[in-house]
């Protein structure tokens, strides 16, 4: 779904969340700024410069003056991003609630159940080796206790 909509608003990964957040921030009536935006997407200041001026140059966002404090700049996707946003997503969003209508009340309990359990499971922050890097997760899993070993000796499974 998210590739589909990069590839018809024709910006990478990063760029699209970007959007996506300065649309929902609007939806709140939550100005952000760019440092909002860096803090956000984990990226530096000076990336998310590049990120600005790229989406800028390509007319998906517009910059204004804080109201207050001059020396802070606010940004908001355009009206044309928000309606390329729409339109790649739309159709699909609403087949997603079409299929979620076709459940009975007790299937649609169950599925939040598992959806709520399966987001609470990957919240969950493992605690690496100070000498693992958390930019390199292929090492970081490697480096990570087998939960599901220490858990299986605990109860006698193993």
Do not use: C, W
């Amino acid at each position: 779904m998210r590739q589909r909509a990069q590839a018809q608003l024709a910006v990478n990964e990063t760029d699209l969340l970007a959007i996506r957040h300065l649309i929902q921030g609007e939806a709140r009536h939550t100005p952000v700024s760019p440092k909002d935006l860096s803090a956000y997407l984990g990226i530096s200041t000076a990336a998310t410069a590049k990120l600005l001026a790229r989406l800028s140059r390509t007319g998906h966002i517009r910059r204004e003056a804080h109201a207050v404090d001059g020396r802070v700049q606010l940004i908001y996707a355009t009206p044309s991003a928000r309606s390329e946003v729409r339109r790649a997503l739309g159709a699909v969003h609403g087949r997603m609630f079409a299929a979620a209508e076709e459940l009975d009340p007790a299937e649609r309990r169950a599925v939040i159940r598992f959806l709520v359990n399966v987001a609470d499971a990957m919240s969950v922050v493992e605690r690496f080796p100070a000498s693992v890097p958390a930019s390199n997760p292929e090492l970081a899993n490697d480096a990570a206790p087998d939960r599901g070993a220490e858990a299986a000796r605990r109860h006698g499974t193993a």
